[in-house]
């Protein structure tokens, strides 16, 4: 019966059509990209789109706030990872299914610490939770015998007997595995938020009180969340195990977990494709804005304190408000309007980034030498011309962005006013434009 349900769920017409464009995207991309970074980024964004929605069933879901959920991603890598030696020793286990000997493991840890850390909600919740990863890293460097210690442990997957000849030793074959995972994983998410224990996970966010006067106990509705989110974390730590053939003790890491909060809010933890762009997000970062400059993590700092600050929804409020607008026709009257606006914030994030990159580059002047090399320019941190046409660019994009968005606001109400004050349209607008 849950199968069907959730089949009747996803053969919805306009949900059909955005699942089978995901499913399609997440099982061709694999197949069109060939260079080794594009199979690398892949992997791994399939890796972090099941672990950021695992976090945000805790976050978006229940509103509860963890600093350990690297903890059993992290242990679901470990299990995964002496799973992989013992197919190697002789166990007869697919590869393929290693994932969930992580994700079952995790739940076992999650249904273990779960019960004490859902006994409260809110700040003691995070704080319960944040100990929790800091004595399981702890751990990590006390028992090297099952953790590896410093080096941590690695393994080959091309173990075992080959299944229809698939070793998954080439990277394609990995790929499209987790691919699979990422599908099934996101559907099955999904269609937890539509069961009646996910609505009531809705209520425990909400109003526990209420929760409680109805007859549920918001503990083990809360608990029973942790348990199913934890699985999923797992299974993600499993197949990041098979990517990377190694596991060290920094999966179980603070920063991890931190990882997780950052981009799921950045994605936009109230949506249920929030979690996806935020796990975009992250990889990009990781991978090509860490190789690109070493000022990354500053770009990202500032992106999300930008983001708290003027659309705390994240990017999925500000997609889902502007395309409601944009859909009802508001494209005839606000496209250039939104051209504008975008002109003048990629002008003004040139010219915040050359300054950024002029500091950063000017602190190693004695190492790399006067000239940086930037978007096919070079610039001498020496001169002081490259300083101000820095400087000047990031005025004028500041400029231009201030008047792009005052034109954008009375485009927008000279359009509205014709409108019922109520419509959806000027609400979404009101709330997600441009500030």
Request: proline share 4%; net charge positive; charged share 10%.
């Amino acid at each position: 019966m849950k199968l069907v349900r959730l089949v009747r769920l996803l053969n919805q017409p306009v949900a059909s059509a955005w699942w089978a464009a995901y499913a399609l995207l997440l099982l061709l991309a694999p197949l069109l990209q060939e260079s080794s970074l594009s199979q690398t980024l892949l992997a791994q964004t399939g890796v972090a789109i099941i672990a950021c929605l695992s976090y945000n069933l805790l976050l978006g879901q229940g509103g509860m706030l963890s600093f350990g959920h690297a903890v059993y991603s992290g242990i679901g890598a470990f299990l995964a990872m002496h799973t992989l030696n013992r197919v190697s020793a002789g166990l007869a286990l697919p590869v393929s299914l290693i994932p969930l000997v992580g994700g079952v493991a995790s739940m076992a840890l999650g249904l273990l610490l779960g019960w004490v850390c859902t006994k409260k909600a809110g700040t003691a919740f995070a704080m319960i939770t944040f100990g929790m990863g800091e004595l399981a890293w702890a751990m990590a460097l006390v028992f090297p015998g099952f953790f590896g210690g410093e080096a941590g442990i690695s393994g080959n997957r091309v173990a075992g007997a080959a299944t229809l000849g698939i070793t998954f030793g080439p990277q394609l074959e990995l790929n499209l595995l987790i691919a699979l995972y990422t599908l099934v994983c996101t559907a099955l998410l999904y269609a937890f938020t539509r069961t009646p224990l996910g609505r009531m996970l809705n209520a425990v966010r909400d109003n526990p009180e209420r929760v409680a006067f109805v007859g549920y106990n918001p503990q083990v509705v809360r608990y029973l969340a942790m348990a199913i989110a934890t699985f999923f974390a797992g299974v993600a730590g499993g197949l990041a195990a098979l990517n990377f053939e190694m596991v060290t003790a920094d999966v179980l890491s603070a920063h991890r977990s931190g990882a997780y909060l950052l981009f799921t809010v950045l994605g936009g933890s109230g949506y249920f494709f929030g979690p996806i762009i935020g796990a975009v997000l992250m990889v990009l970062a990781f991978v090509l804005l860490s190789a690109w400059t070493k000022a990354w993590l500053l770009y990202v700092g500032l992106m999300f304190v930008l983001m708290v600050m003027h659309a705390p929804g994240g990017i999925a409020a500000l997609l889902v408000a502007h395309w409601q607008l944009l859909r009802e026709g508001g494209w005839r009257r606000l496209g250039l309007a939104y051209l504008a606006v975008f002109a003048g914030g990629l002008v003004a994030l040139a010219g915040f980034a050359a300054l950024v990159e002029l500091v950063y580059h000017l602190q190693q002047l004695a190492v790399l030498g006067p000239q940086l090399p930037f978007l096919g320019a070079r610039l001498n941190v020496q001169q002081g011309t490259s300083w101000l046409g820095a400087a000047a660019l990031l005025g004028s994009g500041l400029g231009l962005l201030r008047l792009s968005c005052r034109h954008w606001r009375h485009q927008l109400h000279g359009w509205q006013r014709p409108q019922r004050p109520g419509s959806s349209a000027n609400c979404n607008a009101a709330a997600a434009g441009p500030r």
